[in-house]
């Protein structure tokens, strides 16, 4: 069974520092990986996704890979209290489904 | 990003009565769509795979006879919950996924529906 984990939170950090959220994964067949943002009572929304070891980044945000050891990481830089949402860390294997931790809570303090 | 429609975001029934959800892909074509399931404070639950043109495929646990899915077009899917009970209140979600560059799928959520059996 392919499970995905995160810290459940709550990650506080304070308006302009950076926020950094971890995601660990079991399948090594895993291709293909991504960061959703959730706010309260709305839907996921894709904010990184990432394929290759190494860094990726999008504004302030920045998704880093290692798949030797089955991790993958995202930074948020200069945050914001919009920022405050719940981040879903998700994993796919080629075609596959995706498989999704169980979200990391973050609040940006003002 | 892609944009994915949901309708309707919010629906009130009587218990017994049927609801149906449709997705839509406004600006791409979706092969695959997915319907997932969401109770308060809960990670999202996976509920079926929805191929265009053929039947969907269910995830353990998820009565398909309940749970009717249509993946009529690339466009639009529909999940019709029959015969509503309290039990079935939630957050219904939808995503499409998109062919992205570097031939990997994205998968985008539609807002969700939010339904609620009295």
């Known amino acids: 069974q392919k499970e995905v984990e995160q810290n459940s939170g709550p990650l506080s950090v304070p308006e302009g520092a950076i926020a950094s959220l971890n995601c660990t994964y079991s399948d090594r067949g895993s291709q293909s990986f991504f960061w959703y943002r959730q706010y309260s009572g709305k839907s996921p929304e894709l904010i990184m996704s990432?394929?290759?070891?190494g860094d990726k980044e999008d504004g302030r945000f920045t998704a880093q890979l290692n798949k030797a050891s089955q991790y993958v990481s995202l930074l948020i830089r200069d945050s914001q209290p919009s920022d405050s949402a719940t981040y879903l860390c998700a994993v796919k294997e080629g075609d596959y489904k995706l498989s999704f931790g169980a979200g990391t809570t973050v609040t940006v303090r003002a | 990003g892609a944009v994915v429609s949901q309708h309707p975001s919010r629906v009130i029934c009587k218990s017994g009565t049927s609801v149906k959800i449709e997705c839509r892909s406004l600006d791409f074509q979706a092969t695959t769509m997915f319907w997932y399931r969401q109770f308060p404070k809960q990670s999202l639950m996976l509920m079926a795979t929805s191929n265009e043109g053929s039947k969907a495929t269910y995830e353990q646990g998820v009565e398909k006879d309940k749970f009717l899915i249509n993946h009529a077009s690339l466009t639009l899917s529909t999940l019709t919950v029959t015969s509503a009970h309290p039990e079935d209140s939630s957050f219904y979600i939808c995503?499409?996924?998109?062919?992205?560059?570097?031939?990997?799928?994205?998968?985008?959520f539609g807002p969700g529906t939010r339904l609620t059996v009295l």
């Open positions: 995503s499409a996924e998109r062919l992205a560059r570097g031939s990997y799928n994205e998968q985008f």
């Open positions: 990432i394929y290759s070891n």
